[in-house]
T-cell receptor
């Protein structure tokens, strides 16, 4: 596609439920990133994929968070046993391998009630 | 751990004014610095990228500078327009591929 696509754009879920957020990067971009942005704050790094493998997952806050990219294209961020503190915008970004130019999607707004 | 501070948190200026947004950081061992724009409810758009070896970058009415020794960057916007209203974020790139962001400056340009 023309840009980074994220679905759903909005998700409301109950505390304790499981959610999946999907990211479709720009075609040909081997690097994919997930960030989380809370209201009034800048994005915080979660995880970085190079191809199919997670090259850096140091930003994942705890073991309730997991991300996969099985074919080196689409990625899914999975959150188990959601908590109200998980409410945020989850941003996905992609770039060409080795490039510092990064393209962000519009984000998935997650609200845990 | 890199810490990034952006001051002011919010700024309101009349149309046509030149303005400067500030970004400071604690660790000068950076690979690059980027300025992004974020419109309400939208993702981030990269405005300018300064590599560690560079001092500034320019694009149209925007000019960004980098002073690693003092841990500062500025984004200069000339002849501001209402369409420039957005949140501006600076982000530092380190040895890992992750970016460390400031909290942003919310700019409002009044017509």
């Amino acid at each position: 596609g023309a840009g980074v696509s994220q679905t759903p754009s909005n998700k409301v879920t109950e505390k304790g439920k499981y959610v999946e957020l999907r990211c479709d990067p720009i075609s040909g971009h081997t690097a994919l990133y997930w960030y989380r942005q809370s209201l009034g704050q800048g994005p915080e790094f979660l995880i970085y994929f190079q191809g199919t493998g997670a090259a850096d997952d140091s930003g994942l806050p705890n073991d309730r968070f997991f991300a996969v990219r099985p074919e080196g294209s689409v990625s899914t961020l999975k959150i188990q046993r959601t908590e109200r503190g998980d409410s945020a915008v989850y941003l996905c970004a992609s770039s060409l391998s080795g490039s510092d130019t990064i393209y962000f999607g519009e984000g998935s707004w997650l609200t845990v009630v | 751990k890199q810490e990034v501070t952006q001051i002011p948190a919010a700024l309101s200026v009349p149309e046509g004014e030149n303005l400067v947004l500030n970004c400071s950081f604690t660790d000068s061992a950076i690979y690059n610095l980027q300025w992004f724009r974020q419109d309400p409810g939208k993702g981030l758009t990269s405005l300018l990228l300064i590599q560690s070896s560079q001092r500034e970058q320019t694009s149209g009415r925007l000019n960004a500078s980098l002073d690693k020794s003092s841990g500062r960057s500025t984004l200069y916007i000339a002849a501001s327009q209402p369409g420039d209203s957005a949140t501006y974020l600076c982000a530092l790139g380190g040895s890992a591929r992750q970016l460390t962001f400031g909290s942003g400056t919310q700019l409002t340009v009044l017509p």
